[in-house]
């Protein structure tokens, strides 16, 4: 079975700009959950989707979005991006129920705002 | 609210030895999970295990071994006969019980950076 899978895995943009990053879950598994990591926070739940709705938000600014497709792939957005936005974004997919909480990590996407 | 405290920052051991990392968390919840993850060089979180707050049965797993104490609210991890392979950062997670309506997130501790060097 393929894991999970982020694209790109690198970024490079500049202040202001926004940028999309996308995530395609284990098959079968339905809820999709996004992390930033970053060396001064630490890694950070920004959001989980299941069958394309929000189901749960951590506590990030709203320039955070995300959505998901009927196929549970997700995609995360930040618009207006700051410096402080350069970080490690982690996209996680899992099951349901009891195996629910074994969430399985994608590589990766790593963004430098400049 | 939930936190997790890693307080070791960085270990550095030598090849062969026993090593374990610190993990205490804080809840309300009398159901929940606690989670250690591996993350290497690469980036990407391995799962190495999950115990729900009402199995308290320390449980080993080749050189890897846990030991969940509720008493103290810790969760340790142990490396036996540690081996060059094993230097990554390792984090503890705590998440709730899973709910159907609002679904469940992961608390991270900080992170332990395991070096093992040859």
């Known amino acids: 079975k393929a894991g999970v899978t982020q694209t790109p895995r690198y970024l490079i943009k500049t202040r202001g700009q926004q940028v999309t990053l996308s995530c395609s879950p284990i098959s079968g598994h339905r809820s999709v959950s996004w992390y930033q990591q970053t060396p001064g926070q630490g890694l950070q739940f920004l959001f989980e989707y299941f069958s394309e709705t929000q189901r749960n938000k951590g506590n990030f600014p709203g320039r955070f979005s995300g959505r998901q497709f009927s196929n549970s792939r997700s995609e995360m957005n930040v618009s207006t991006l700051e410096l402080g936005d350069s970080a490690l974004y982690l996209c996680?997919?899992?099951?349901?129920?009891?195996?629910?909480?074994?969430?399985?990590f994608g590589p990766g996407t790593r963004l430098t705002v400049l | 609210a939930q936190k997790v405290t890693q307080a070791q920052t960085e270990i550095s051991v030598v090849e062969k030895e026993d090593v374990t990392l610190d993990c205490v968390y804080e809840?309300?919840?009398?159901?929940?999970?606690l989670f250690w993850y591996k993350q290497p060089p690469s980036g990407e979180l391995v799962f190495l295990i999950r115990r729900n707050s009402f199995d308290e049965q320390n449980e080993i797993s080749g050189r890897y071994s846990w030991n969940f104490q509720k008493s103290t609210s810790s969760f340790n991890f142990t490396i036996t006969a540690s081996q060059v392979v094993d230097s990554a950062v390792y984090f503890c997670a705590l998440s709730e019980a899973y709910e159907e309506t609002s679904g469940s997130r992961l608390t991270f501790g900080e992170g332990t950076q395991l070096t093992v060097n040859p």
């Open positions: 809840t309300r919840d009398t159901t929940y999970y």
């Open positions: 996680a997919s899992s099951g349901e129920g009891t195996s629910y909480n074994e969430q399985f």
